[in-house]
């Protein structure tokens, strides 16, 4: 783990052979193709700086934090990312979780939940006063994962487009 910084301690289910640990340097080709699927989900395709930018970032773990789950044979199964920024409403931080992405092959065994609650360890250390996140309508499977583990926000969101048209 790395030292100073809040991020994914590394962590295991009882009774899973999965573990949760702080995306490292060396993370790249386990970490890739799950980012890769995770906006192939959203159906969407990023310019390759983008994803570059988005991993160093993460490799320098001060603005965005992340953790891979990782299973049998070090082959990564699933991805959390997460940032911590100052509340108006609270004393501490809220903790926003941006990007969770399980592979098809490892749904339905509790991975996503022990990335979920990794944060949460994570922003409870961090004295966070909220963990959030949002995915979309369609999502039904992670919203029956999300209803289970935490309280659904009243709010709506609205968004202003900002990218440079081309």
């Not at 993370?27 to 310019?47: M, V």
């Not at 773990?61 to 199964?77: N, P, T, W």
């Not at 939940?113 to 949460?120: E, N």
Request: glycine share 10%.
């Amino acid at each position: 783990m790395r030292t100073g910084r809040a991020c994914a301690p590394r962590s295991r289910a009882r009774g899973s052979s999965v573990i949760i640990r702080p995306i490292g340097p060396g993370d790249r080709a386990g970490w890739a193709p799950l980012w890769k699927g995770y906006q192939a989900f959203y159906e969407r395709t990023l310019p390759a700086r983008v994803t570059d930018r988005t991993w160093a970032r993460l490799i320098r773990g001060r603005e965005l934090l992340g953790a891979l789950a990782v299973g049998r044979g070090g082959k990564a199964l699933g991805l959390v990312h997460y940032l911590f920024h100052p509340a108006t409403s609270t004393l501490g931080p809220a903790c926003y979780l941006p990007d969770l992405f399980v592979a098809p092959a490892a749904r339905g065994q509790g991975v996503g939940r022990q990335l979920i609650d990794s944060v949460a360890e994570a922003a409870r250390a961090r004295g966070a006063a909220v963990l959030y996140w949002q995915t979309e309508e369609f999502n039904g499977p992670a919203r029956r994962l999300y209803e289970r583990v935490a309280k659904r926000s009243p709010f709506v969101r609205y968004q202003i487009d900002l990218s440079p048209k081309r």
